[in-house]
């Protein structure tokens, strides 16, 4: 009798995501070390949103202020200790990880 080959584990799609707060750029309304949850599943993005991407081979997460012409413009809650679009530019939508979904973060 012949036995099956295992493949290796299937992998799921990532649904949620984990991530902890680093630094201040969005206080108070996110405080470093603080846990949230976003999704990787979004259809539309739009302002006031809180989103995850990459930028500079680092995750960052800032609230979008503007869409343009399919860019966005980040900013932190802190403007006062933020990197944000008003230092880096535009981000394309191909940078976005992930749309923040639990804390629900109204502007």
Same mark, same amino acid.
């Not at 991530?19 to 206080?27: E, N």
């Not at 599943?41 to 739009?46: A, D, P």
């Not at 949103?49 to 995850?52: A, K, L």
């Given at each position: 009798? #012949?036995?099956? #080959?295992?493949?290796?584990? =299937?992998?799921? /799609?990532?649904?949620?995501?984990?991530?902890?707060?680093?630094?201040?750029?969005?206080?108070?309304k =996110?405080? /470093?070390?603080? &846990?949230?949850? $976003?999704?990787p599943?979004? +259809?539309?993005?739009?302002p006031g949103?809180?989103?995850?991407f990459?930028?500079?081979? #680092?995750? +960052?997460?800032?609230?979008?202020?503007? &869409?343009?012409?399919?860019?966005?413009?980040?900013?932190?809650?802190?403007?006062?200790?933020?990197?944000?679009?008003?230092?880096?530019?535009? &981000? $394309?939508?191909?940078?976005?990880? $992930?749309?923040?979904?639990? /804390? #629900? &973060? $109204?502007?």
């Open positions: 009798m #012949k036995s099956l #080959k295992s493949f290796g584990k =299937l992998r799921r /799609p990532k649904i949620f995501m984990l991530r902890r707060v680093v630094g201040g750029s969005m206080s108070p =996110l405080r /470093p070390g603080q &846990l949230l949850f $976003a999704t599943l979004f +259809k539309r993005l739009k949103q809180v989103i995850i990459q930028h500079q081979g #680092k995750e +960052k997460i800032k609230r979008i202020e503007r &869409l343009e012409q399919d860019k966005l413009f980040v900013i932190g809650d802190n403007l006062s200790i933020s990197t944000d679009s008003r230092h880096f530019g535009w &981000l $394309a939508p191909q940078d976005v990880v $992930a749309r923040v979904v639990w /804390p #629900k &973060l $109204a502007k």
